[in-house]
């Protein structure tokens, strides 16, 4: 059997940077540390962090409830109050949110002020657009798929800014674009997917088109983890999602010649190498 592991599976640098942090602010803080959020989309991190002594704040009312400590911005981004809250209750934070997200805060915020009515395309009810338009300053609407881009052309705002989340499905975002673009309004199209996004994406519908099976590594609540999944299940049929390596079914492997190996922005190496290992004693 051959095994192909995609060399952009795993940790993307914002990730990495975010949970490297949030362990050493956990060796280092005099006091009880939280995290605004699960750090990153993957339960055995959050849970190895818990053990260690780093909760997750999961609601706002949550944070408001907190009387002291450090918390940790997660990689996803916050909306512009929750800064203000810190500071109003003298909270230490650390700031972890990724690069790549602070620019579309940047950008919304500018454009905003501007006058552009925002468009996001993306998950509503993911952390990330959640934090993305609380830095907007006017209207904003959130797309995710063409149906939604459709009815929003009978909005007719005269101008519009269009950004994504960085982690969406770029030929998805290219379609939504080009039904926006119909109307013909003043508009400014800001493709704010990041690079390693679009990179893992590539390389995993590469592999997919040539394995007979494939195995898509994440936590079952990471966004570009099921965009992948999606990916390689249009061209591998035999394409399965798992979080760790005790959701493996190995006897669907028994007649595979070729299995790919892929894995989200918030699977740790491990256990990619992990899945991998197995794969190769079991056949």
Same mark, same amino acid.
């Given at each position: 059997?051959?095994?192909?592991?995609?060399?952009?599976?795993?940790?993307?640098?914002?990730?990495?940077?975010?949970?490297?942090?949030?362990?050493?602010?956990?060796? $280092?803080?005099?006091?009880?540390?939280?995290?605004?959020?699960?750090?990153?989309?993957?339960?055995?991190?959050?849970?190895?962090?818990?053990?260690?002594?780093?909760? =997750? /704040?999961? #609601?706002?009312?949550?944070?408001? @409830?907190?009387?002291?400590?450090?918390?940790?911005?997660?990689?996803?981004?916050?909306?512009?109050?929750?800064?203000?809250? /810190?500071?109003? !209750?003298?909270?230490?934070?650390?700031?972890? #949110?990724?690069?790549?997200?602070?620019?579309? &805060?940047?950008? =919304?915020?500018?454009?905003? *002020?501007?006058? *552009?009515?925002?468009?996001?395309?993306? @998950?509503?009810?993911?952390?990330?657009?959640?934090?993305?338009?609380?830095?907007?300053?006017?209207?904003?609407?959130? =797309? !995710?798929?063409?149906?939604?881009?459709?009815?929003?052309?009978?909005?007719?705002?005269?101008?519009?800014?269009?950004?994504?989340?960085? $982690?969406?499905?770029?030929?998805?975002?290219?379609?939504?674009?080009?039904? /926006?673009?119909?109307?013909?309004?003043?508009?400014?199209?800001? @493709?704010?997917?990041?690079?390693?996004?679009?990179?893992?994406?590539?390389?995993?519908?590469?592999?997919?088109?040539?394995?007979?099976?494939?195995?898509?590594?994440?936590? !079952?609540?990471?966004?570009? $983890?099921?965009? /992948?999944?999606?990916?390689?299940? *249009?061209?591998?049929?035999? $394409?399965?999602?798992?979080?760790?390596?005790?959701?493996?079914?190995?006897?669907?492997?028994?007649?595979?010649?070729? =299995?790919?190996?892929?894995?989200?922005?918030? #699977?740790? @190496?491990?256990?990619?190498?992990?899945?991998?290992? &197995?794969? *190769?004693? !079991?056949?």
């Amino acid at each position: 059997m051959e095994i192909k592991v995609a060399k952009t599976a795993g940790f993307c640098f914002g990730v990495k940077r975010a949970v490297e942090k949030a362990y050493e602010v956990a060796e $280092t803080a005099a006091g009880p540390v939280y995290t605004y959020g699960p750090i990153i989309h993957n339960e055995e991190v959050v849970k190895d962090l818990e053990e260690k002594g780093v909760h =997750v /704040l999961e #609601t706002e009312e949550d944070l408001c @409830n907190l009387k002291n400590g450090t918390v940790i911005i997660r990689s996803h981004g916050v909306p512009a109050h929750i800064y203000e809250l /810190l500071e109003e !209750k003298h909270l230490d934070y650390v700031d972890v #949110t990724c690069p790549f997200v602070l620019k579309i &805060h940047r950008i =919304v915020e500018r454009e905003s *002020r501007a006058g *552009r009515h925002i468009v996001i395309v993306g @998950n509503a009810d993911h952390p990330e657009v959640v934090g993305i338009r609380g830095w907007c300053k006017g209207p904003c609407t959130v =797309v !995710k798929n063409t149906v939604e881009a459709e009815n929003f052309l009978a909005e007719c705002p005269e101008k519009v800014c269009i950004v994504s989340q960085t $982690t969406f499905n770029y030929n998805n975002f290219q379609e939504i674009v080009e039904i /926006l673009t119909k109307k013909g309004y003043d508009k400014l199209v800001l @493709n704010t997917i990041c690079n390693a996004t679009q990179d893992r994406q590539s390389e995993a519908e590469e592999i997919a088109r040539q394995a007979d099976a494939m195995i898509v590594i994440g936590g !079952k609540n990471s966004s570009n $983890t099921q965009k /992948l999944y999606e990916i390689c299940k *249009r061209r591998c049929e035999n $394409t399965y999602y798992i979080q760790t390596l005790a959701d493996l079914e190995f006897d669907r492997f028994q007649s595979v010649q070729y =299995v790919g190996i892929t894995a989200g922005a918030s #699977t740790p @190496n491990k256990l990619i190498e992990e899945v991998s290992k &197995h794969v *190769r004693i !079991k056949f």
